[in-house]
């Protein structure tokens, strides 16, 4: 498990368009739970590749991302208050 933030400076056109891609690339690899915090369960490859893309689309002068590895145990360094309850990523999906 990895938590990805991000904080991307939208005060430009090209920023808003940094923003977006890497909302995207996040969505693509996991679970939105904050409006710019990301639960991604993946495997060390696609962290690898997924760390490198999004690394690829910031401007490293004007925006940041953090990567918290959470390890496999990260059920036991979670914890969920408040709205939007939180969800098991290993659990069953239900369409």
């Not at 991000?6 to 996040?26: F, I, M, Q, S």
């Not at 915090?37 to 993946?42: H, I, P, S, T």
């Not at 925006?63 to 659990?91: I, M, T």
């Amino acid at each position: 498990m990895v938590l990805i933030t991000y904080d991307v400076n939208t005060e430009t056109p090209e920023g808003r368009r940094r923003l977006r891609h890497v909302a995207k690339v996040c969505k693509n690899r996991g679970q939105r739970v904050q409006k710019s915090v990301f639960e991604c369960l993946v495997d060390p490859a696609q962290f690898t590749e997924m760390k490198f893309k999004l690394c690829e689309i910031i401007d490293p002068e004007k925006d940041s991302l953090r990567f918290y590895l959470l390890g496999k145990n990260w059920k036991s360094r979670v914890e969920h208050f408040g709205a939007k309850e939180g969800y098991d990523p290993e659990g069953i999906l239900i369409a």
